[in-house]
C-alpha cells in the first residue's frame, strides 16, 4: 500500500488525506525530541482549505528548554533556560491537490537540511499508531528535472545504480511508463531497483535505467539514490535525489504568514494563482 492507496470503498484517496490531515492538526500527535542540548515539541496546526485545488498546514517546532550560558551576578555558568509558553518557530506547507506536490515553504533555520523532514515523518509514524492505520503519507523530494539522468550521462561508465522506486499517483512521464506497467502487472506499491554490470548499465534514452531515473525525479521514490561509475577512469560514487527543487515567489512573504496565523486575506486566489503557474513552471506536467 502507498500514500494514495484507497483506505475504504467508500471515499477518494484525496478524501482519506484531507481527514488524516485535519486529524493530525491537534496536540494529540504532538512528537517531543529531546537533544545534548534542548527539548522541543513538533507538531501540525492549522489544517485549512483554501480553494479546490489547495490546502495548507503549519509545522511548527516548540523549544521548551535549552542548555546554554547563563550570565549570573558575577560569573558565567552552564545552565538550563526554560519558556512558558514556549516559542515556537513554524513552516507552512501547501498541498497542491490536482498534483499530489507539496510545497514547502523556506524559512531560515527550520528547513536547513532536512531535520525537519526527518521529524515530520516521525511525527507522522507515531500518528499511524494512534489512527490504527496502515501506512502513513511521506514527502519525497522533487529533484530538478534531469539532475539524476544528467548524474548516469556524465559518467563514462555506470556500473551500478540502486534507487527504491514508488508506484506514481496522480502524474506519469512518459519515460516512466515503461516501469510504472511492470509495478502495475505485478501488483507492486513498492519497487527496490539495483543495476549492476561490470561493462556498463545501459543508460541510454528509453532504457529501463533511464526510465526509473525519470519516475524517481518526479518524487516517487523513497530516500536517495547511488551510482558508482567511472568517469575519465577514476571510480565515481554518487548519492543525490535528496535535494528538492526550489522557486522563487515575491511577494508572497504576506501571505504565508496570514496562513500560519489562520487568516487568508483578500489576495489569496491571485496569490495561490501565481503559485499554481510556479510549480508549473519548475516542474512542468506532461500529457
Not at 12 to 29: G, M, N, P
Not at 234 to 262: F, W, Y
Request: overall charge negative.
Amino acid at each position: 500500500m502507498d500514500l494514495f492507496t484507497r483506505q475504504t470503498t467508500t471515499e477518494t484517496d484525496d478524501e482519506w488525506l484531507e481527514q488524516y490531515f485535519t486529524e493530525l492538526a491537534c496536540s494529540r500527535f504532538d512528537l517531543q525530541k529531546e537533544t545534548k542540548r534542548a527539548v522541543y515539541t513538533w507538531a501540525v496546526r492549522n489544517y485549512q482549505r483554501l480553494d479546490d485545488q489547495f490546502a495548507s498546514l503549519v509545522l511548527a517546532r516548540s523549544q521548551h528548554q535549552q542548555r546554554s550560558t547563563i550570565v549570573t551576578n558575577d560569573s558565567l555558568t552552564e545552565g538550563d533556560s526554560v519558556a512558558n509558553p514556549p516559542p515556537a518557530d513554524t513552516i507552512v506547507l501547501l498541498v497542491y491537490w490536482p498534483r499530489h506536490i507539496v510545497i514547502v515553504e523556506n524559512r531560515s533555520g527550520m528547513t536547513t537540511g532536512e531535520t525537519w523532514l526527518g521529524n515530520f515523518h516521525a511525527l507522522l509514524d507515531a500518528s499511524k499508531n494512534i489512527l490504527q492505520i496502515p501506512v502513513a503519507p511521506r514527502l519525497e523530494p522533487i529533484a530538478s528535472q534531469g539532475s539524476i539522468q544528467h548524474h548516469l550521462r556524465s559518467l563514462d561508465k555506470v556500473f551500478r545504480f540502486r534507487l527504491r522506486l514508488k508506484l506514481p499517483n496522480p502524474e506519469l512521464s512518459r519515460w516512466a511508463e515503461l516501469v510504472y506497467n511492470e509495478m502495475i502487472e505485478g501488483h507492486l506499491t513498492e519497487y527496490l531497483q539495483e543495476f549492476i554490470s561490470p561493462t556498463g548499465v545501459n543508460v541510454d534514452e528509453g532504457s529501463k535505467a533511464h526510465s526509473s531515473a525519470a519516475m524517481a525525479e518526479s518524487g516517487y521514490k523513497e530516500g536517495a539514490v547511488s551510482i558508482d561509475g567511472e568517469k575519465d577512469g577514476c571510480p565515481v560514487s554518487i548519492t543525490g535525489g535528496m535535494s528538492a527543487i526550489s522557486g522563487k515567489i515575491d511577494q508572497l512573504h504576506s501571505l504565508i504568514r496570514g496562513l500560519e496565523a489562520n487568516a487568508t486575506g483578500t489576495n489569496l486566489p491571485r496569490a495561490l494563482d501565481i503559485i499554481r503557474q510556479e510549480v508549473n513552471r519548475l516542474f512542468p506536467h506532461e500529457g
